[in-house]
């Protein structure tokens, strides 16, 4: 296997960064409609996403998914809508942000009740 250098790579492909490219909501937004709408004219669906990913220059993995989340957020597919799914991860954000505040302050607690015993046990 042949290894790049780090300092050869993007910024996206050094360790420990995402690959993941955020795509505008304009930009998947009517591709993903086309093919929802014009499926009927292909073969196959794979095949429309194929042609319409070539034109707009994604890969076709990315836009088949982007035609998955729509499908879900409507209805028409199993899964998590988007707009569950920030929720969720917001909630989530925000619990283990509260649950950091509350050992801050059960810690907090242990040092002050100890320095109170002490300063009780001398004289």
């Avoid at 042949?2 to 790579?9: E, G, K, M, P, V």
């Avoid at 998947?28 to 086309?34: F, K």
């Avoid at 982007?66 to 409507?74: F, L, Q, T, Y």
């Avoid at 929720?87 to 942000?97: S, T």
């Amino acid at each position: 296997m042949i290894r790049a250098s780090a300092s050869r790579l993007s910024p996206a492909d050094q360790p420990g960064s995402s690959r993941r490219t955020r795509w505008p909501a304009a930009t998947y937004t009517t591709p993903r409609d086309t093919i929802l709408d014009h499926a009927g004219e292909h073969p196959s669906r794979w095949a429309a996403v194929t042609s319409i990913a070539a034109k707009i220059g994604c890969t076709p993995q990315t836009l088949h998914d982007w035609v998955k989340k729509a499908e879900i957020d409507s209805g028409q597919r199993a899964g998590v809508p988007t707009e569950m799914a920030e929720k969720l991860k917001a909630l989530e954000r925000e619990n283990r942000e509260l649950r950091q505040a509350n050992e801050i302050l059960r810690k907090a607690s242990a040092y002050f009740a100890m320095a109170e015993l002490d300063r009780r046990s001398k004289p």
